[in-house]
């Protein structure tokens, strides 16, 4: 009788592991900094009940917002090591370089234009170099919208305005170079940390598409919202390659698939969003935008960014003139 026992706990076991191992053959690990609420991660709640689905349940997704994980820094160094399988955040140009092309100051004029440029074959291109660096990108989206500028000193109506304001950029070479050219003082940091660095006055400003500024509640602790609209970015899926290459080919295919709708699903939300958000914040924060003259000022600031860039060995003109081929192709 124990030996029959036995027998049937080891058969259930069995049958109990190799359920488990079908369910679930491989586990995609995914984090992000905003919140759970925001649009980045409700499109990756869209993905991970999507790839579950279509691949029968053989890949397994787990998701982390809100920094759970680490700043985007740290989950950037984790997917590099494989701790984790995929994150999206600023720090794309560990994947490529290249990236920071999309970051140029002005490099598009619209939405419409950016929306073309990431779902050109030239994007397609670029996440593919990717590939050297030891990561997959199957799909590159917009980074939340364009760039506006928040600050606790005056409303930015003019480039002069940000002379020596203290303002917080990403951990961007590209950043600060556009920083310092605009007259600013950068200081890098994390985005997660500028609340409390906005509290104890360490910063004046910062610059990010409203909805982040939104999603980070910095409207609670700044005066002045300048919608300067002067860069936006791109929105990679990075991917630990290594995890990805281990896929075989059949749910390698549903996992480009859905990674495109979901970046798609991303760009289209925040942009649908984007008036509403702007319009929400009036209560918080004095919003202005720039006239004609004070927008050229702008444009003629950043100029010699394009040069430095180039100079750092992260894109060619050649790039740039074709990333802008590319955003203007679909009109």
Request: net charge negative.
């Amino acid at each position: 009788m124990k030996r029959t026992t036995k027998f049937l706990a080891t058969v259930v076991s069995s049958i109990i592991a190799a359920t488990g191992a079908s369910a679930a053959d491989f586990t995609f690990k995914y984090g992000n900094e905003q919140p759970e609420a925001s649009i980045r991660s409700q499109s990756m709640v869209f993905f991970e009940k999507e790839l579950e689905d279509r691949s029968g349940g053989r890949i397994e997704v787990e998701t982390f917002f809100g920094g759970a994980l680490g700043n985007e820094r740290e989950m950037m160094d984790q997917v590099t090591s494989g701790l984790l399988q995929g994150t999206r955040g600023g720090f794309f140009a560990d994947a490529s370089g290249a990236f920071n092309l999309y970051q140029l100051p002005f490099l598009v004029a619209s939405w419409d234009e950016m929306q073309c440029l990431v779902g050109s074959d030239f994007t397609k291109e670029i996440g593919a170099r990717a590939a050297a660096n030891g990561y997959h990108v199957p799909a590159t989206g917009i980074s939340q919208g364009f760039r506006a500028y928040t600050n606790n000193v005056k409303p930015i109506t003019k480039v002069e305005d940000l002379a020596g304001l203290k303002i917080r950029e990403p951990q961007s070479d590209l950043m600060i170079a556009t920083g310092t050219a605009l007259g600013s003082v950068p200081v890098a940091m994390p985005f997660s940390e500028t609340y409390q660095a906005f509290q104890q006055g360490v910063i004046d400003g910062q610059h990010n598409p409203p909805q982040n500024i939104w999603d980070f509640k910095v409207h609670e602790v700044q005066k002045y919202l300048s919608l300067t609209n002067h860069m936006t970015g791109p929105d990679p899926l990075i991917v630990n390659k290594a995890w990805y290459d281990a896929l075989p080919a059949d749910l390698q295919a549903i996992f480009d698939e859905v990674s495109v709708e979901a970046l798609a699903m991303s760009d289209n939300l925040y942009r649908d969003a984007e008036t509403n958000v702007i319009e929400d914040m009036k209560e918080f924060v004095e919003i202005n935008t720039l006239e004609p003259a004070a927008l050229t000022g702008f444009q003629t600031a950043v100029e010699p960014v394009y040069a430095q860039m180039i100079d750092a060995g992260h894109f060619s003109q050649d790039d740039i003139d074709a990333a802008r081929a590319a955003a203007q192709s679909c009109n």
